[in-house]
């Protein structure tokens, strides 16, 4: 008996194949010199296939930024299964290795995106979105110790913004590494989760 398999939408393969060939121009030339019949070069087909389905390489860009948001998110979602400290096990690996899902050449992409996002209205809301999305889900670190859900929220946008900030270093750093960066997160977390909220001056 052969097993019914769904198709995928008319045009998926070519249209990954678009990608592909985004992703590899703009790993080779950068974003401000990659173009739509540099694409068509790189995906071996005719420009004219590239423009039936993108308008430009912003649109490209986007969707690119669009999927790689939802990488992150759905990975991340996977931290309600542990305890802390595996937790923070689970959010090194995951940020902190070569793994080209999330790391590599899509850290380059994201970087491209969010500069972008300065001035696209599109991408501004995705990164907001983003941002959103993981400030929730890291909060769930804390929810171990007693900690009230502003506390958490609180420490989460702290571990975010070393995420973010160690991420970008190591990106554009030749002398830090993943490792300095997974260090650096460790060490926070972990002060983070050992400290309550009272033992730091509000500034008011």
Do not use: W
Request: aromatic share 10%.
């Amino acid at each position: 008996m052969q097993l019914y398999k769904p198709n995928k939408p008319k045009g998926t393969k070519r249209r990954d194949s678009i990608i592909s060939g985004f992703l590899s121009s703009l790993e080779k030339n950068g974003f401000s010199k990659t173009s739509m019949t540099g694409i068509a070069q790189e995906a071996d087909i005719a420009p004219s296939h590239v423009f039936y389905y993108f308008n430009s390489k912003e649109d490209i860009l986007t969707e690119v930024f669009k999927h790689q948001c939802d990488v992150i998110v759905e990975g991340m979602a996977a931290l309600k299964q542990h305890d802390f400290a595996a937790k923070i096990n689970y959010l090194c690996d995951f940020f902190y290795t070569e793994n080209k899902s999330v790391n590599h050449l899509s850290t380059g992409v994201m970087y491209e995106a969010i500069g972008a996002s300065v001035t696209d209205p599109s991408l501004a809301a995705h990164k907001s979105e983003l941002d959103r999305c993981c400030i929730e889900l890291l909060s769930v670190v804390f929810s171990h110790n007693q900690i009230d859900e502003d506390a958490c929220m609180e420490r989460a946008e702290i571990l975010y913004a070393v995420i973010a900030g160690s991420k970008l270093n190591g990106f554009f750093r030749p002398d830090i590494d993943l490792a300095h960066g997974k260090d650096l997160f460790i060490k926070t977390a972990y002060l983070l989760a050992h400290n309550n909220r009272s033992d730091h001056p509000t500034s008011d």
